[in-house]
């Protein structure tokens, strides 16, 4: 049994259990620096304003600033029996420094207290995740540059489709990291406002001015109505979609790493630090990194499903199933951190088998749209009709056991008369890819000028 703290009303000690159920320390640590950002922001203000002493505010100040610096050298160790890392903190400093300690809770409770710290984790690491997003596509970019003329055949229902060069599809992801990275910024400044003095629900009698600590933490201006503020959690839900969406197309990319990297495949080869063996198989090379980028897509989704269903039905304003808003959130981060690291430097590092690649195109009749489009073109052929010639051919080729690309002009000729020797250009798979010029397209001059825009944009990028 351990006596409480934080209670006026409650005179019985907490009991074990309660404590295991209750206690967020053991996660919530992890806010440390943003509580202490927190309250020196606060107890100046408090100053500031005269509600506490000019003096009371250097003891403040002073004694945050060393409870900080015990923390990261480990001489003050938050593995301690309190309730949460507010109450550690403030707990610890009125042993240091006395009343003054105990001032600095004025004009201030618990639910504006951790609405601020959660916010201004949420907020620096929103700008870190972002800024991982830029260098994988820097990475995306430079890896397409050497590959806009690399063919391979482009997909749909993971069947041949139609012949495209690697640096677009490259680019496809690029496009998506872009979107991601536009996405965390959107939420950055729609949630950049400060929670700090809106007190338990209502705001306060003192005299304080919140625009002084919102200015002093960073945020744009403080929020509006502090009802909201302490029961809102939108901020924490929108990095973890963010994450989710992002996880969602690493998943996706690594998806394709790992086909590709398959015997059936051979398209790509990843590194040897981004490949592991098997226990007992010698010869196997697993690609167990994309692997673990897909599987962790599970638990960032899990993260987000759980907050939503949290929040959902709960009463204005705070409540205490509030508090499960943070591990999920901590870990997504965590998770979505280490996975664009890992990304960039397998993506860094990969190795295109462009011959490979090239040579697949012959699988597929890949050009037989441009065969059609050539009918349409060349003979006036209404498309429909030009579609039906093309399935003859393709079942002339299959019967050949060849690729479209493969059969003679007299072979063409025996389906559609009106075929000239031209057709023969149009054909050729490199052909075919490069004239899909068409605004976002593959052609190879379509593929540099969406990596030029690419670029474009990044250099006007703060983060
Ligand atoms: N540890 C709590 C949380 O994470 C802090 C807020 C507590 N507020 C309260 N009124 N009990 O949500």
Redesign the pocket.
Known sequence: MSKKIASARISEASSELLKELNN?LPF?KLLYREDIQGSLAHAFMLSRQGIISKDDFSLIEKGLKEILGEIENGTFSLDRDD??I?MAIEGYLTTKIGDAGKRLHTARS??DQ?ALDFRLYVQKNTLILAKLLHENIETLLELASKHTATLLPGMTHLQHAQPINFAYHMMAYAVMFKRDHERFMSSYDRNNYSPIGCAALAGTPHPIDRDITASKLGFREPTLNCLDTVSDRDFALEVLFNISTMMMHISRLSEELILWSSSEFRWITLDDRHATGSSIMPQKKNPDIPELLRGKTGRVNGNLVGLLTVMKGLPLA?N?D??ED?EGVFDSVKTATLSLKVLNEMMALLKVNEENMNRACMIGHLSATDLADYLVKKIGMPFRDAYHIVGNVVNLAEEQGVDISELSLEQLQSIEPHIGIDVLDILDNNASMNARTSKGGTATVRALEQIELMREWMKNLKI
Request: aromatic fraction near 8%; avoid cysteine.
């Open positions: 967020s919530d309730e949460d507010h618990r639910n951790v705070y205490k509030m508090q943070k």
